[in-house]
């Protein structure tokens, strides 16, 4: 059964433009070691919550844009491999492909899909 990575973080508003290159280059990566898709959406109508929401959780800056991606595996055995082999690519190390956001804030977990309507 395919299995779901997704993650939510805040970017500058500024590094829109440094954000999806470097979202297009890690894409490459995870579909090169076994990643069937990877989506990144940036947020454009992602309202602040009263008790939680996206930017709450991201901690986001008045100056800063939540964006959403998922990668969509074909198994989590697959995720585990692929994703070893994602952190160890140095085409995603920081001085080749430096990430334009915080890092600490991002939100990532792992998904088993129980609907897939």
Not at 24 to 32: L, P, S
Not at 42 to 67: I, L, R, Y
Request: aromatic content about 10%; hydrophobic content about 45%.
């Amino acid at each position: 059964m395919t299995y779901v990575d997704g993650c939510v973080l805040a970017v500058p508003t500024a590094n829109r433009e440094a954000y999806q290159k470097h979202a297009e280059e890690a894409a490459v990566v995870f579909k090169d070691h076994g990643a069937l898709k990877l989506v990144d959406c940036w947020g454009d109508d992602v309202a602040d919550g009263e008790v939680t929401s996206f930017p709450m959780a991201v901690k986001c800056q008045a100056d800063e844009t939540v964006c959403f991606s998922w990668i969509l595996w074909p198994s989590r055995e697959a995720r585990n491999a692929g994703m070893e082999k994602v952190m160890a690519d140095p085409r995603l190390h920081p001085d080749n492909n430096p990430m334009p956001f915080d890092g600490k804030r991002m939100i990532f977990g792992g998904f088993e899909i129980i609907v897939d309507a």
